[in-house]
Structures are given as structure tokens and as C-alpha cells.
């Protein structure tokens, strides 16, 4: 990684359509969401002050530690990209012929073919798995700290609580329908090697998954899962998340969408960095607050 975390910070949109859709699956969560761009403006929100010489010593300290190798914020980016790099890959891959779709930025545009449902799944598996390896990494613990992980969840905020819900709308209930999360052990169970190739987010990520061989690493995504899996199923229940109701959230931040929920769904994937962008907040949160706490 060149860029320090923060300075990969300022270089997220202000706007465009993954921060609309953001905004909009935002909605849905209480407490919301801020796209915070700017390294003093999120260290002044930690330290709650706004003393220029006390953000720049928060701010050297910062990239100190983003910088060391043997720290895991450059790794935990880099699991960011690479779930991005197949989110990106699939979904263009996807676009055909025609679509009803009335989002103003996508008229003109062909139609858009969702991937087989084992596919879907294996996709979302990944970016689960992602997120799990990122908090290891962020947090120095062993890849397979699947309790560790479980406990977490529960103390998720800000973009890390959105980024969640916009994992759950855009790549479960969306394409999968509102019963995806009671259906994805049977359609993990389909998964097999040559799903994984098909998503290049596997080959960037593999030297990170623990285990040796495709057949180990499906066996990390699958218990990946199985320990967001309870904690997910109580966001959906508390929230009240649906296919419409994410809808009805994105129609109200980008538009009017006229064609099957799976289409958004693989719209989405293909144009927006929803993973990445907040990914990429949530990591700068995580490192700026251990650099406050270490002046």
C-alpha cells in the first residue's frame, strides 16, 4: 500500500453514486451515516477537540503507524480492495441487452444478468470473510478469531453498522431474496472451487485466508458465515430489512427503479465501492483512535 490509510481517506468521493446509495441504505439504520473525507476532521471528532497542534501529532502518529509493516492496517485495506476488485469484475462482466431500470444514471444502459444464486452466495461469503480478516488484522489477532469477530459485531457504528446493512441489502436480500440469510447454507453448500476462481477478489485475498488449498479456504468462508450468521439474522429482525424496503431507501437518495430487485442488485455491484469506501473509513477510525490514544 503507497497511500497511508488517511491519505487514501481524502481521496474517497465527496459524491457520486456509491455514496448516494450509501446515504440512502442509511436511511434505514439509526444513528445514520456521515462521509467523513478528511483525516482533521475525524481526528477532531475522536479526540472531541479542535486543536490544530494536537490533530497534527494524532495525524503523524497515524501515519507511523499505518506505514509499519508490522502493523495490519495496510492488510486490512487491502482485503478492502480486493473484495472491490471483484465486486467491480463480476458485475461489469454481468452487463447484456436491455434494461426497465429508471435510475437516471443508468438509462441507456443494457440489460443486466444476476449471477447464478451459488454464485451470489459465494461472493457474499467473501466479503463476510473480508471483514472478518480485516478485524484481525486491525486488532492483531490469529485469521481464524471467528468469537473475537462474533463479539464485535455487536459494537459496530457509523460506517461500519451502514457498511453492514448495505451488505445485507445489496448482496443478500436484494439478489437472494428476503429469506437469503436462512437460504445461504444450502447454496454454500453448492460452492466449490471453480465458483471461487470465477471471483478474482479469491485470488487477491487468498495468501490471507487461512488454511492451505481452495478446499481449506471454502471451509473458512463457510465458518466466516456461520459467525456473522446469528448476529446478522438479529440486524435484519431489529431493523426490519427487506428487498423493498431497500428500494424504497435507494429510490430516495438516487432515483426510480422500475426493474427486478436482482437487477439493482447486480447494478450496484458493478457501479458502486460501498465495501471499499466505508471500509476504508472504518479503518482510518480504528487507526486514529489507537494514535490518540498513544500521545
Not at 50 to 68: E, H
Not at 100 to 118: C, E, I, M, Q, Y
Not at 152 to 165: I, N, P
Amino acid at each position: 500500500m503507497s497511500r497511508t490509510v488517511l491519505e487514501r481517506l481524502e481521496r474517497l468521493p465527496k459524491r457520486n453514486l456509491t455514496v448516494l446509495a450509501l446515504k440512502g441504505i442509511s436511511t434505514l439504520v439509526p444513528g445514520g451515516w456521515q462521509n467523513i473525507t478528511q483525516p482533521e476532521v475525524l481526528i477532531a471528532e475522536v479526540l472531541g477537540s479542535s486543536d490544530p497542534a494536537l490533530i497534527a501529532q494524532v495525524r503523524a502518529r497515524a501515519d507511523t503507524l499505518s506505514r509499519a509493516r508490522h502493523e495490519g492496517y495496510g492488510r486490512a485495506m487491502s482485503l478492502y480492495d480486493a473484495v472491490n476488485r471483484s465486486q467491480k469484475a463480476a458485475g461489469g462482466l454481468r452487463l447484456a441487452a436491455n434494461i426497465g431500470g429508471a435510475l437516471p444514471l443508468v438509462k441507456g444502459l443494457a440489460n443486466l444478468t444476476p449471477p447464478s444464486d451459488t454464485l451470489q452466495a459465494a461472493d457474499l461469503a467473501l466479503k463476510v470473510s473480508a471483514e472478518l480478516l480485516a478485524f484481525t488484522q486491525v486488532n492483531g489477532l490469529p485469521g481464524d478469531s471467528f468469537g473475537d469477530f462474533t463479539a464485535s459485531l455487536g459494537e459496530y457504528a457509523g460506517e461500519a453498522r451502514v457498511r453492514m446493512a448495505a451488505l445485507l441489502c445489496f448482496d443478500a436480500l436484494l439478489p437472494l431474496g428476503d429469506r437469503a440469510l436462512e437460504r445461504l447454507d444450502d447454496l454454500l453448500g453448492q460452492v466449490g472451487s471453480r465458483d471461487l476462481q470465477q471471483l478474482p477478489g479469491y485470488r487477491a485475498m487468498a495468501p490471507l485466508i487461512p488454511g492451505r488449498g481452495e478446499q481449506a479456504h471454502l471451509g473458512f468462508l463457510r465458518r466466516g458465515v456461520d459467525s456473522w450468521l446469528g448476529w446478522a439474522g438479529g440486524f435484519v429482525s431489529t431493523l426490519g430489512l427487506s428487498g423493498q424496503k431497500a428500494v424504497q431507501a435507494l429510490e430516495g437518495a438516487v432515483g426510480p427503479w422500475q426493474g427486478r430487485f436482482e437487477q439493482l442488485a447486480t447494478f450496484l455491484d458493478a457501479f458502486t465501492d460501498t465495501y471499499q469506501h466505508t471500509g476504508t473509513q472504518a479503518v482510518a477510525r480504528r487507526l486514529v483512535e489507537r494514535a490518540a490514544a498513544e500521545i
